[in-house]
């Protein structure tokens, strides 16, 4: 793989965040990628979030599997730490570095061919187990490095650049993260900026595993007429459940809103995603409701994009195995092998 670095001069009034870092400082090589490949706006949302939270690049780990999709993690977050996993096997892998180490973020970047075919069981198991992470899927509905063949997510009755059209059934995997037990869900257009980078920013401060998948187009094999991929149609048939929006850390706050006005959504950390509610009836912290809604919308032909569903007191893995808080790699021999004595009180505690 060629690396291409980027210049290191940069403009000396260029914006810092309350680090002192810049947007540089979160970036990565220079992209490979097709010219307009919608995965470099998820790379380049990634980074803006990660700038607006002060977030220390050490303190990320960003894993990947194979494919477009996986190559990404290289062009963002450079300083940070990364590993490029076998094909379908990244989630496996997250969740070991995971149990060593629970001070990193965890950022797992993944495709559709990656996640929903060969990597599928390791995506529902990641997502079940409660892995505290963020989880992207760039999703464009074709295996891109392969000539642009359908994937499991591509839609029935979509059309290939080709001409041939797609028989089976897709995989919605935000459907199947909401119903394998993510606490937090959320979908969106690789075209729209301003919706995720909150989304990301919620994802990466939220307590448990939390998925996003974000509609890509392939510009090259999957962004023409009969595409449902494709720029225009995505488009045409996008329906946000919400605006979103990042607030400063503040105390939670419950309100009763009406339709039109805002709600303010405490995350777990203190900070706020602030939703502008558009229609009565939408719940985010309603997983059943919030499944129908996609399935509704999904046979009317509409994609819903946004924040929804959120778990108001997820927990992650950790908990769950209660497990101690100082990270596994950091314990000493004296710690991890107590000697007979250790072993006898363990077992008698069972008894």
């Known amino acids: 793989m060629t690396y291409i670095a980027k210049p290191k001069l940069r403009h000396p ?19 490979t990628l097709c010219a307009g490949c919608g995965h470099d706006s998820i790379s380049s949302a990634i980074v803006q979030a990660c700038f607006e939270l002060a977030i220390e690049p050490h303190r990320v780990a960003k894993l990947s599997g194979i494919g477009c999709s996986s190559k990404t993690p290289d062009y963002f977050l450079g300083q940070s730490h990364g590993f490029n996993a076998v094909h379908g096997r990244m989630p496996s892998v997250l969740t070991g570095a995971n149990l060593a180490n629970r001070d990193l973020i965890y950022m797992g970047v993944s495709g559709d061919g990656d996640s929903a075919s060969i990597g599928l069981g390791q995506f529902v198991h990641c997502i079940r187990r409660g892995v505290n992470m963020v989880y992207i899927t760039e999703n464009n509905g074709v295996y891109g490095l392969t ?16 001409g ?9 995997l935000v459907s199947m993260a909401l119903m394998v037990g993510a606490t937090l869900v959320g979908r969106s257009f690789s075209g729209d900026k301003t919706q995720m980078v909150p989304l990301i920013m919620a994802a990466i401060q939220h307590p448990g595993p939390a998925f996003i998948d974000i509609v890509s187009p392939c510009v090259a094999f999957n962004n023409h007429a009969g595409s449902t991929k494709a720029y225009e149609f995505v488009r045409a048939h996008n329906e946000a459940v919400n605006r979103l929006d990042i607030m400063e850390p503040r105390e939670a706050i419950t309100v009763e809103y009406a339709p039109g006005t805002t709600e303010e959504v405490a995350l777990h950390d203190g900070s706020v995603l602030k939703l502008a509610k558009l229609r009565e009836d939408y719940d985010p912290y309603d997983r059943i409701a919030a499944m129908t809604y996609l399935q509704s919308r999904a046979a009317a032909g509409e994609l819903v994009t946004g924040l929804i569903y959120m778990d108001r007191d997820a927990s992650d893995m950790h908990v769950n195995l209660n497990t101690v ?16 004595q250790g072993l006898e009180a363990f077992n008698a505690a069972h008894r």
């Open 13 to 31: 009034a260029i914006p810092k965040n309350k680090l002192g870092f810049t947007h540089r400082d979160y970036e990565g090589s220079v992209s």
């Open 147 to 162: 000539k642009g063949q359908f994937s499991a997510t591509a839609d029935k009755g979509s059309k290939s650049k080709a």
């Open 164 to 172: 041939g059209t797609n028989m089976d059934s897709p995989l919605d």
């Open 325 to 340: 808080e100082q990270p596994l790699n950091r314990l000493s021999s004296a710690e991890l092998c107590p000697g007979s």
